[in-house]
T-cell receptor, first 114, second 109 residues
Framework: DAGVTQSPTHLIKTRGQQVTLRCSPK?????VSWYQQALGQGPQFIFQ???????QRGNFPDRFSGHQFPNYSSELNVNALLLGDSALYLC?????????????FGPGTRLTVL | KQEVTQIPAALSVPEGENLVLNCSFT??????LQWFRQDPGKGLTSLLL?????REQTSGRLNASLDKSSGRSTLYIAASQPGDSATYLC????????FGAGTTVTVRA
């Protein structure tokens, strides 16, 4: 049973560019959440997708957008990259019917903006 | 807005000593609380999940308590080992996870 997978593992971009990160949820899960973890800090919630719709959003600008596909996989897009967007981006999956269930995290994508 | 605080920020102990990690949160309207482990540059590994109706959860050498009314949770790790060296994060689930900044633990051999 595959867990949560993310691609790519590492990414280097320059300021002003755009980036797309990808996530495949754990088998059987229908909800995907994205988090940003800056160095030395805890992860910060970006948004959550369920049934191909953004269900909740954290305090992130519109430069951060996402998408969920019919197979429940998800993409995170960041436009007009800033140096401060350098971070580990984590994807987590869960089952919507079980809000009380654990969230399973992928290994993350390390984004470096130069 | 949920605020999660973890104290201490860092901890260094000799092998064999018991570890006590603290987590506090401001809003008690939560589904559950999770403790995670994170190794440098890696993703998060779930250690324990405590439902809002539970007071305690145990797994091997790990024990976590939850006092929802006072907004506190404590993670106990018994008989620490060098392999326990990592950052430990607590997160409260109120539809999304709100994390503390973590406690970085070093267990000296």
């Amino acid at each position: 049973d595959a867990g949560v997978t993310q691609s790519p593992t590492h990414l280097i971009k320059t300021r002003g560019q755009q980036v797309t990160l990808r996530c495949s949820p754990k088998s059987g899960h229908d909800t995907v959440s994205w988090y940003q973890q800056a160095l030395g800090q805890g992860p910060q919630f970006i948004f959550q997708y369920y049934e191909e719709e953004e269900r909740q959003r954290g305090n992130f600008p519109d430069r951060f957008s996402g998408h969920q596909f019919p197979n429940y996989s998800s993409e995170l897009n960041v436009n007009a990259l800033l140096l401060g967007d350098s971070a580990l981006y984590l994807c987590a999956s869960s089952l919507a019917l079980l809000n009380s269930d654990t969230q399973y995290f992928g290994p993350g994508t390390r984004l470096t903006v130069l | 807005k949920q605020e999660v605080t973890q104290i201490p920020a860092a901890l260094s102990v000799p092998e064999g000593e018991n570890l006590v990690l603290n987590c506090s949160f401001t809003d008690s309207a939560i589904y559950n609380l999770q403790w995670f482990r994170q190794d440098p540059g890696k993703g998060l590994t779930s250690l324990l999940l405590i439902q809002s109706s539970q007071r305690e959860q145990t797994s091997g050498r790990l024990n976590a308590s939850l006092d929802k009314s006072s907004g506190r949770s404590t993670l106990y790790i018994a008989a620490s080992q060098p392999g326990d060296s990592a950052t430990y994060l607590c997160a409260v689930n109120d539809y999304k996870l709100s994390f503390g900044a973590g406690t970085t633990v070093t267990v000296r051999a």
